[in-house]
């Protein structure tokens, strides 16, 4: 079965702060909410907003394994996959039919 | 014209009458008010302030007058007027000057927009540098910021900071410096030059009284400055004084959470305290004694992001 695929609803909605130490930010043009973001949640909004399709969860590890140093693939790729489904539910990402 | 360049009964006539239209930096306010207190408050704070001329174009026109009813002479009270509507209940009359403060800080708060507003003090070290101290009410932002003024900083204000949301500059509004309860003695043994006016006792504050603003802050309020440093102080008896770096994405929320009308600029507001935050040095404060928290600010490194 091929693995689900993901992409953000809208890429144009999310203006981000620099990537600063620890945190960074993202303002929501739709909302006017401000969200405080982790590093990994960061770098996912990145990778998805720079892909020219919709990405699956190995495909995310594998662009943000550069960025992580010691990192155990296991633990990274179950963090993404967290991730990815927190998007989904706050409605920040959607599934697409691979 | 100045003004001190005004006798005590001209102060109190154009006060009682046409109204006394000052220059209060970037604001313009015609005074009016028949109250002596605010003619006694207004003479020894405002002294250094231009007066403008009757017909100039106003921001607020602000009255200080009694109610129109029995407590215009039994247990006498005032009410604040702002192009003639009263934002606030009546207040006893010895509060009369501090209601004329509180007024212009809620014409300020409520209607100058054009600048992103934070609760904030804002003061210049003599190299240029300027810290937005940002703070609830209660946490010695005033007091820090009244010790710092004392020794040589400039004052640009003690209760807004107006930040062009593009340029990201300090616009300086430098008026009275509002002590409370405890702060104003730790003021009066810590700065003895400090010129402080009368003390208004049991208002909903508590005692309240003001310092002047230094002539040389009132002069240079047209010259606007940028912020080398975000500083949440928090007053705690017996704390040794310790800037902690804080993290520049909780400054944001920090300052947003101490601003007036960051929703109302939407992208913008975000953009300008990103701005600010990724340009300045951003700490936590504690401190419990003035002078060393004094001279922690006259170190503060410059240009540490």
Known sequence: MAADRYRLVDPDRWVLSP???DE???????????HVLSPIARDIIEALRSAERASSAQELVQALAANVEDHDPAALHAAVEAMLLEFVRLGLAERTNP | MKLSDLSESSLRDRLAGEGLTLRIAPVAARIRSEVPAVAEGLRLHYADYELLDGEAFC??????????NLRRWFRRQVRFLHDGISP???????????????????????????YLMIHAAVIERADGRAAILAAPPGSGKSTLCAGLVARGWRLLSDELALIDPRALTLTPIPRPISLKNESIEVIRRFAPAA????????????AVAHIKPPRESVRRAAEKARAAWIVFPRYQAGAPAEPKPFLKARTVLRLAENAFNYAAFGETGFRALVGLADACGCYEFSYGDLGEAVRVFDALPAGER
């Open chain 2, 59 to 68: 921001d607020f026109h602000i009255r200080i007058s009694p109610p129109a």
């Open chain 2, 195 to 206: 010129v402080l006016g009368s003390v208004s006792h049991d208002t909903h504050k508590g």
């Open chain 2, 88 to 114: 606030f209940e009546p207040m006893p009359w010895e509060h009369a000057f501090p209601v004329f403060e509180w007024g212009l800080n809620w014409c300020m708060a409520n209607h100058f927009h054009q």
């Open chain 1, 19 to 21: 990537q600063w130490t």
């Open chain 1, 24 to 34: 960074s930010l993202a303002y929501d043009r739709a909302s006017a909410d401000t």
